[in-house]
């Protein structure tokens, strides 16, 4: 089956101060957001995925979570480290097939998770 579908076009969310909080996703992901922000990404995989509503992989009262695809996982993890954001790492969440996860939480408490897939599967 064709799609004609090309990609995510835009991920719209509520938000207690929209400035502040796109003004932190542009300061340490370098995601240009907010209703100006237009985020040129490199082309690669994205996985869309529909989770059991009992799912514990990420908290039970967010609906979803964002996952986003990176080159160097530890550079980017000790970099906003040193900003003073907790990255969360757990041995059981790499895998040689899947590749290597951290997790960081926006302002608002939205779970990020941060992937640097395997080399060659990108």
């Known amino acids: 089956m064709t799609s004609d579908v090309t990609g995510i076009g835009g991920l719209f969310f509520r938000s207690r101060d929209p400035e502040a909080r796109a003004a932190w996703y542009q300061e340490h992901l370098g995601i240009s957001a907010g209703h100006a922000g237009i985020w040129q990404q490199e082309a690669g995989m994205t996985v869309f995925a529909p989770f059991p509503a009992d799912s514990d992989y990420f908290a039970a009262d967010q609906q979803f979570m964002l996952n986003l695809r990176v080159s160097d996982i530890e550079q980017l993890a ?38 640097q897939p395997p080399a060659g599967s990108a």
């Open 78 to 115: 000790a970099r906003l480290e040193s900003e003073g954001i907790t990255v969360e790492r757990r041995d059981e969440w790499n895998t040689d097939e899947y590749g290597t996860f951290a997790r960081i939480h926006d302002p608002e408490g939205l779970a990020i998770e941060l992937w």
